[in-house]
């Protein structure tokens, strides 16, 4: 999925927001490092990276971070140019205000630690669903499990009393699907966490075309 241009926007957003803070200055090239923290299989971190090099930013390092194993490897082996590491959010093995900026991108976070790592004058990224991410599969796993209805209030607040909220950007579109595509949007979500086995079945009867992304970006500083 992170490969089929999923995440597209959102990667372009969020490489536009990192661009007011890294945009070069006449006459002074200064290094910039840039932390994925529960970064996946790697491929925002990777395709922000490059973006952030063709708009002029040559000095770069990209560092991803997971627990997962699998995770790290997979990203080590597919995209050469970041360095990966396993470690916990909690434990982040960095000195302080290491980094000039920092991705949280639908994954858990750890402040203490984004605020120790971040420099003075970074920017922290954090996304997260809106009420309209998936809602295609939202509507039928709701229909079966009564779910209650989906807020992301308590995570922007929480977000509010550790950084400053410099912008909200909420970025939403609707992607095209392919046969081949259904399987590994089931796998990817944790909505289809706990499925039964008719609730798979269903999945695949709906002959979804397209899947709407809503997701929030939340850039912040300390």
Same mark, same amino acid.
């Given at each position: 999925? +992170?490969?089929?241009?999923?995440?597209?926007?959102?990667?372009?957003?969020?490489?536009?927001?990192?661009?007011?803070?890294?945009?070069?200055?006449?006459?002074?090239?200064?290094?910039?490092?840039?932390?994925?923290?529960?970064?996946?299989?790697?491929?925002? $971190? *990777?395709?922000?990276?490059?973006?952030?090099?063709?708009?002029?930013?040559?000095?770069?390092?990209?560092?991803?971070?997971?627990?997962?194993?699998?995770?790290?490897?997979?990203? *080590?082996?597919?995209?050469?140019?970041?360095?990966? +590491?396993?470690?916990?959010?909690?434990?982040?093995?960095?000195?302080?205000?290491? #980094?000039?900026?920092?991705?949280?991108?639908? *994954?858990?976070?750890?402040?203490?630690?984004?605020?120790?790592?971040? *420099?003075?004058?970074? +920017?922290?990224?954090?996304?997260?669903?809106?009420?309209?991410?998936?809602?295609?599969?939202?509507?039928?796993?709701?229909?079966?499990?009564?779910?209650?209805?989906?807020?992301?209030?308590?995570?922007?607040?929480?977000?509010?009393?550790? #950084?400053? $909220? $410099?912008?909200?950007?909420?970025?939403?579109?609707? #992607?095209?699907?392919?046969?081949?595509?259904?399987?590994?949007?089931?796998?990817?979500?944790?909505?289809?966490?706990?499925?039964?086995?008719?609730?798979?079945?269903?999945?695949?009867?709906?002959?979804?075309?397209?899947?709407?992304?809503?997701?929030?970006? $939340? +850039?912040?500083?300390?």
């Amino acid at each position: 999925m +992170c490969n089929s241009g999923f995440f597209d926007p959102l990667n372009e957003a969020m490489t536009n927001h990192l661009m007011e803070f890294m945009k070069p200055l006449p006459g002074r090239t200064i290094h910039h490092y840039l932390l994925d923290a529960g970064c996946g299989e790697g491929s925002h $971190l *990777s395709h922000i990276q490059k973006m952030l090099t063709r708009r002029g930013i040559s000095e770069l390092t990209g560092v991803g971070m997971d627990v997962s194993k699998e995770g790290i490897a997979a990203a *080590s082996k597919t995209y050469p140019h970041p360095l990966w +590491c396993v470690a916990d959010l909690a434990h982040c093995p960095f000195a302080n205000q290491q #980094f000039d900026g920092i991705l949280n991108i639908l *994954s858990p976070s750890n402040y203490a630690e984004f605020t120790r790592v971040l *420099s003075e004058e970074g +920017c922290i990224l954090k996304v997260i669903p809106e009420q309209c991410y998936l809602k295609e599969l939202r509507y039928l796993y709701k229909q079966n499990k009564n779910m209650p209805a989906y807020s992301n209030d308590n995570t922007v607040s929480r977000f509010k009393e550790h #950084f400053k $909220l $410099l912008n909200a950007e909420r970025v939403t579109y609707r #992607f095209a699907l392919n046969a081949d595509l259904i399987e590994p949007l089931i796998h990817m979500t944790p909505l289809s966490w706990g499925a039964t086995e008719a609730d798979w079945h269903r999945v695949k009867e709906m002959n979804l075309t397209h899947i709407t992304i809503d997701l929030l970006i $939340l +850039c912040g500083k300390k």
